[in-house]
Nanobody
């Protein structure tokens, strides 16, 4: 079973930067689309960014040009570099592994809190 563990969240001032990490085990990245999602209090979970095994990326409109997703296949790690953070970026950020095989279920990490506040 795929296991995902996020880290790197915390408190940052507006305009600051953070890098989130997702450690994935029991997974071959070429068989998955890896993604970062976030959920703010009282709101639905939304896509932040995702990346295919071939390296193609996709971003949610609110973070485009500020966030960058990347993955290290050798280390089984997925990263989310977040720059120019805004208070509205405050949320719990989750790592998700979606298998290319549609008959298999996606896996989620436990989440990491990001708070943007002065």
């Amino acid at each position: 079973q795929v296991q995902l563990v996020e880290s790197g969240g915390g408190l940052v001032e507006p305009g600051g930067s953070l890098r989130l990490s997702c450690a994935a085990s029991r997974i071959i990245f070429s068989n998955y689309r890896m993604g970062w999602y976030r959920q703010a209090p009282g709101k639905q979970r939304e896509l932040v960014a995702d990346i295919t095994g071939g390296g193609s990326t996709n971003y949610g409109g609110a973070v485009k040009d500020r966030f960058t997703i990347s993955q290290d296949n050798a280390k089984n790690m997925v990263y989310l570099e977040m720059n120019n953070l805004k208070p509205e970026d405050t949320a719990v950020y989750y790592c998700k592994a979606t298998p290319n095989n549609p008959w298999r279920s996606a896996s989620w990490g436990q989440g990491t809190q990001v708070t943007v506040s002065s």
